[in-house]
Every structure is written in structure tokens, then in C-alpha cells.
């Protein structure tokens, strides 16, 4: 009898924020956003330079969670996740802990779109929705192994989700995704009227 079986399985952690640790209020965290993003003169110049559509805080501000509690807040709640999300992916850590190296805010306006990208250096990379329009864009996941694939015929358009070369998670506010750094993601077309507003992080080995 044959046996067919999958290997070097890619995790993708979703969960309700209010799984883990204190409830977040988002209707607070979507006012912190825009209160930091109309303040923040540093990250809008770095915006209009880079052509970025919309709003981050990525290239300007290092420190939201000293800036406003809710920032502080979040961080405890992501902590609870991100070691959820370690223990389901068996890592051996050695004694050392995976922690916060940064956090950002992203508000992508219509139309806007976040290119296809990893986040090198570090091990767990995730978002936190905050708001999500009618028509706001998924975020679509590529299939590590793609590039290797060099000859192989495409997948058929029903494949298993697990066999298909990307996938489409469309978000909820108030939802956490985690996913390992290496693993090639982006934001397509946000065809939404309004702003989509998200926090995103990086976790590293320390």
C-alpha cells in the first residue's frame, strides 16, 4: 500500500488577539495610530520620498511602545502569542527567548500596494489588523520551495490548499497572523475606499 506523506511543513498562526492576555481595545489602537501617523513628520517625509501609499512608521520610530500604553499593552498580548507560536513550531531555544526587535504601523491607502518580501535576521515575523475595510486587500503567502520548482507544471486551480503555490489569508480586525520570517509574503492591490490599518513586528533570537 502506498503511504504518502507531507514534509518541511510552513505554520501559519491566526488567532483572535483576546486568545492571549489582557483584552486590546482596537478602537484605541486605531486612535493611536492615526494620532502617531499625523505627528510623525520623519516617517510621512520618508513616505513621500519612497513612494510608500499611505503611511509606516517602519523607517522612523523604534520606541511605540513607550510612546502610548496601548503600544505597551499590545506587546505583552503579541509576547503570549509569539511563544504559543514557538512551542507549536518546536523550536529549541536553547535557554535563550525569542524577543521584540521592532514594531510598526502600516496604514495602506486605496489602492496601495506592500511588494512581495521577507524579514531577514529575524525568526518570528507577524501582523495585528486594526482595521479592515470592505474590499481590503489579503495577505498572500508564496511558497518557500518556488523558486526550486523549475519545471514543474502549475497546480491545478483546485489543489488542496496546503498544495497550492500561495495563499490568501483575508485578515479581521482585532485577528494576529504569525508566520516564520523566511516565508515570502505581500499585500496585493488594496481595492477598499477607506485606509487599511495594520501593526506589524519582528521577533528575534536573543
Known amino acids: 500500500m502506498s503511504d504518502i506523506e507531507s514534509l518541511f511543513v510552513t505554520r501559519l498562526y491566526r488567532a483572535a488577539l483576546s486568545e492571549q492576555g489582557k483584552p486590546i481595545d482596537i478602537a484605541e ?54 511563544k504559543a507560536f514557538a512551542k507549536d513550531l518546536e523550536f529549541n531555544l536553547d535557554g535563550r527567548k525569542l524577543k521584540l526587535e521592532d514594531i510598526w504601523i502600516n496604514i ?3 489602492g496601495g500596494i506592500h511588494t512581495s518580501h521577507i524579514h531577514p ?11 479592515v475595510p470592505p474590499g ?11 523558486p526550486m520548482m523549475m519545471a514543474a507544471p502549475a497546480r491545478a486551480k483546485d489543489a488542496r490548499p496546503e498544495m497550492q503555490s500561495f495563499h490568501y489569508v ?20 488594496n481595492m477598499a475606499e477607506e485606509e487599511r490599518i495594520s501593526v506589524s513586528f519582528n521577533y528575534s533570537w536573543t
Open 29 to 82: 489602537l486605531e486612535a493611536s495610530c492615526w494620532s502617531i501617523a499625523e505627528d510623525d513628520e520623519a516617517g510621512q517625509d520618508w513616505c513621500d520620498a519612497n513612494g510608500y501609499p499611505g503611511y509606516t512608521s517602519y523607517a522612523s520610530l523604534t520606541d511605540l511602545p513607550y510612546r502610548f500604553p496601548i503600544f505597551k499593552d499590545l506587546v505583552k498580548v503579541l509576547n503570549k502569542h509569539v
Open 108 to 110: 495602506l491607502s486605496p
Open 121 to 131: 535576521q529575524s525568526v518570528i515575523s507577524g501582523t495585528t489588523y486594526v482595521t
Open 136 to 146: 481590503a486587500s489579503a495577505i498572500k503567502f508564496e511558497d518557500p520551495r518556488l
Open 170 to 189: 483575508t485578515p479581521e480586525a482585532g485577528e494576529v497572523l504569525l508566520w516564520e520570517s523566511w516565508l515570502r509574503h505581500e499585500v496585493p492591490l
